[in-house]
């Protein structure tokens, strides 16, 4: 298995950062498999979603209204309502496995891979790829 970390900015408000041209460069030289993508942190998920045509904002305006930020949430430390951000990767799973076909994404016509993050507290974050070659 082939692995490295990619280091991401998010900010500091809620946002979804498209990770697919990074995916794709990553996935582009291993051939035929499986590309796992994982965050390893407690308060950000990975998504496959239409991008640039309102869907991440939409994504995001969704888990505002299940996850409102304020003050609910019995885990407390942190800025108002932070607690919702450690609820967030039950709803957006902190990984996602993609399947490559001769070091191509075999993703949907709109889809892309995505790090959703809502913890404003916490501005930069590591993505893990992993790359697992299919067995002949």
């Not at 299940?66 to 709803?91: E, F, I, K, N, T």
């Amino acid at each position: 298995m082939d692995t490295e970390i990619r280091h991401c900015r998010t900010g500091d408000a809620d946002s979804v950062l498209d990770l697919t041209d990074d995916c794709a460069a990553f996935a582009s030289s291993r051939g035929s498999g499986l590309l796992h993508v994982f965050v390893p942190h407690a308060t950000a998920g990975i998504a496959i979603l239409e991008t640039g045509a309102g869907s991440d904002d939409d994504l995001l305006a969704a888990l505002s209204d299940l996850l409102p930020a304020d003050d609910r949430w019995r885990h407390q430390h942190g800025s108002r309502g932070h607690g919702r951000s450690h609820v967030m990767p039950a709803l957006v799973a902190p990984y996602a496995t993609v399947p490559v076909l001769d070091g191509q994404l075999a993703l949907g016509r709109w889809q892309s891979i995505c790090l959703v993050d809502l913890n404003a507290d916490n501005g930069e974050r590591d993505v893990r790829l992993s790359f697992l070659v299919s067995a002949r």
